[in-house]
């Protein structure tokens, strides 16, 4: 039953925006009663949070497949391409969710309990960064977290502006973009 509930909301949400949704609307479409849904989820935010985690989830599993035995450089490259990819995808979704609650996504994951898994999302994906420099394929002095946050924040930021109309650039040119300006950076040319 939870599971309908987060598709119907995914959808609405993804059609009327966080603010326009309506509780009723999910509930129908779900075909369940309204109080159902406030027996798993306290508030619409709350439920808003979940479809975010459920995306942004998805998007991990697809990141973890194409990273999976590729070494540090290729690694990177295939994280750009899997982003701006799932962004691509699922453009409805991010659409809202960005144009509405903005570009700063620290803030979003506070206000809707993403913060942790961010931490741990970081945390995993940094982990190409230590290997490129313990492999010496980057930088010495770098700081895999910081890299890490560098990269995801630039395709976040790039797609906001977007999705806002303020770059005109296909997905093509954000990889191309992101990872000329990153790879410069890191690389090790010893």
């Given amino acids: 039953m939870k599971e309908k509930i987060l598709e119907a909301a995914e959808k609405v949400f993804s059609e009327k925006g966080f603010y326009e949704a309506k509780i009723s609307k999910i509930a129908e479409l779900a075909d369940v009663s309204v109080g159902t849904i406030y ?56 659409e809202i969710f960005m144009m509405e609650l903005g570009s700063s996504f620290v803030i979003d994951a506070e206000r809707f309990n993403l913060s942790e898994w961010y931490r741990n999302y970081v945390k995993k994906l940094s982990k190409i960064i230590e290997k490129g420099i313990e492999k010496e394929i980057f930088k010495s002095n770098l700081n895999p977290e910081g890299v890490f946050l560098l990269i995801s924040g630039a395709l976040a930021n790039i797609d906001y502006f977007r999705l806002k109309g303020f770059i005109d650039m296909e997905p093509n040119e954000v990889k191309n973009l992101v990872l000329e300006v990153v790879l410069r950076g890191i690389l090790n040319r010893n």
């Fill in 39 to 94: 027996r798993f989820y306290k508030s619409k935010e709350e439920l808003y949070g979940e479809v975010i985690k459920k995306k942004l989830l998805e998007m991990e599993k697809e990141v973890e497949r194409a990273i999976e035995g590729k070494e540090p450089l290729e690694a990177i490259k295939a994280y750009v391409n899997t982003v701006v990819n799932f962004f691509s995808k699922e453009q409805d979704f991010f």
